[in-house]
Each structure stands twice: as C-alpha cells, then as structure tokens.
Nanobody, 122 residues
C-alpha cells in the first residue's frame, strides 16, 4: 500500500507563493498518474492538478497559469508550485495516485495522507 506524506504548506499573503511536496512510498511510483487535491472547510475535495509518469499535465481552470505541478520519479516525489495565491486557494492540500483517462474522471487510488494546510490571508 502506498503511503503519501505532504509538506510545505503555511500562511502566506495574497499574491505570495508556496511550494508543496509529496513523497510516496512504493516502487511503482513512476508509472502512476499523480495528482494534487485540495479541500476547503465545508467544501468537497477538488482535483487541482495531475501529472502522468511521462509528464503530461492538466490543471483545474481555477489554478491554471498560477500553479505548476512537477514530479521527480527518482525520489518518488511530486511537487506543486503555487504562485499568485488568492484567499480562495486556502485549503488543505493532498496528493494521491489517480486512475482515469481524463481530468474530469480521475479517481484517487491510495489512502489519503494527513495533507498540508495552505492559508492565504493578509
């Protein structure tokens, strides 16, 4: 079973940046599609960005042109660079393996980690 550990969250002012990291256990990491999700208080968890083993990337419209997902297969890591942060980006952020053939139907596969909290506020 894959274990996922997220880190890098914090408190940042609007317009600021953060870089989230996720390290996954397991030797099959490089063949999996990895994703970042977020969940704001009182809202459903939403898919933010995905990256395939070959590097194909997709983003939710709400973060396109501000967030960048990347991965390091050698270290079983996936990252989320978040720029131009807005108060509405405030949420707990989670990574996971996903399965599916398009952004709209990706389904998470692994157990959720503890997440990392991002708070955007002045």
């Amino acid at each position: 079973q894959v274990q996922l550990v997220e880190s890098g969250g914090g408190l940042v002012q609007p317009g600021g940046s953060l870089r989230l990291s996720c390290v996954a256990s397991g030797s099959a990491f490089k063949i999996n599609i990895m994703a970042w999700y977020r969940q704001a208080p009182g809202k459903q968890r939403e898919l933010v960005a995905t990256i395939t083993g070959g590097g194909s990337i997709n983003y939710a419209d709400s973060v396109k042109d501000r967030f960048t997902i990347s991965r390091d297969n050698a270290n079983n890591a996936v990252y989320l660079q978040m720029n131009s942060l807005k108060p509405e980006d405030t949420a707990a952020y989670y990574c996971n393996l996903v399965i599916g053939n398009r952004f709209s139907n990706y389904v998470p596969l692994g157990d959720w980690g503890q997440g990392t909290q991002v708070t955007v506020s002045s």
